[in-house]
């Protein structure tokens, strides 16, 4: 059974960092692409990154380009979203989501960008 | 960026067969967007219960199913139950970029 859980949220003021951490299990984490995906209170998913199998392509989000940064670990089976520069409008909850017949989502990690 | 369009609410009656569409502006939905839908209810966090157009997880009902239709991909709820009222949300895939639909409420009645 896919299980990921995602750690590392919190509350951070205005242009500060944070670290995601999504530790998989149940699949062949190697040989799935990875998300992450937010969720703004009271709005619908925003995906935010993505990670090819062997971190070989990457995409983001318009919005957060320049400013975070997704990588993985396939020996530790986990995935990872450094974010930089917070703004008040990242605050959302966090998921990682695996791809295809793993795309399971996590329970999330809320992340507060707030003064 | 492209945008990605659902009904923002159908309602349904027991028993009933509702088809949730999504939509690109870009022009049709096709394979390689690799369309997937999710339900999300109130609390929860979303599950995805359609991929890669029609492909289901074990967890999902047997009576969702996925499709392309009119150029859109298509989510066909038959046989709607009242566990069913909830979120839905589809994303669609541009050249390894993910774009989520803005969400369809669906209500049971």
């Known amino acids: 059974e896919v299980h990921l859980a995602e750690s590392g949220g919190g509350l951070v003021q205005p242009g500060g960092s944070l670290r995601l951490s999504c530790a998989a299990s149940?699949?062949?984490?190697?040989?799935?692409?990875m998300s992450w995906v937010r969720q703004a209170p009271g709005k619908g998913p925003e995906w935010v990154a993505n990670i090819k199998e062997d971190g070989s392509e990457i995409h983001y989000v318009d919005s957060v380009k320049g400013r975070f940064t997704i990588s993985r670990d396939n020996a530790k089976n986990s995935l990872y979203l450094q974010m930089n520069s917070l703004r008040v409008e990242d605050t959302a909850v966090y998921y990682c989501?695996?791809?295809?017949?793993?795309?399971?989502w996590g329970q999330g990690t809320l992340v507060t960008v707030s003064p | 960026q492209a945008v990605v369009t659902q009904e923002p609410s159908l309602t349904v009656s027991p028993g009933g067969t509702v088809t949730l569409t999504c939509g690109s502006s870009?022009?049709?939905?096709?394979?390689?967007?690799?369309p997937y839908w999710f339900q999300q209810k109130p609390g929860q966090a979303p599950r995805t219960l359609i991929y890669?157009?029609?492909n289901k997880h074990s967890w999902t009902p047997a009576r969702f199913s996925g499709s392309l239709l009119g150029g859109k991909a298509a989510l066909t709820l038959s046989g709607a139950q009242s566990e069913d009222e909830a979120d839905y949300y589809c994303h669609l895939v541009y050249s390894g970029v993910v774009v989520f639909g803005g969400g369809t409420k669906l209500t049971v009645l």
């Open positions: 989501l695996g791809s295809g017949s793993c795309s399971d």
């Open positions: 890669d157009i029609t």
């Open positions: 870009t022009g049709a939905v096709t394979s390689g967007h690799y």
């Open positions: 149940g699949f062949t984490f190697s040989t799935y692409w």
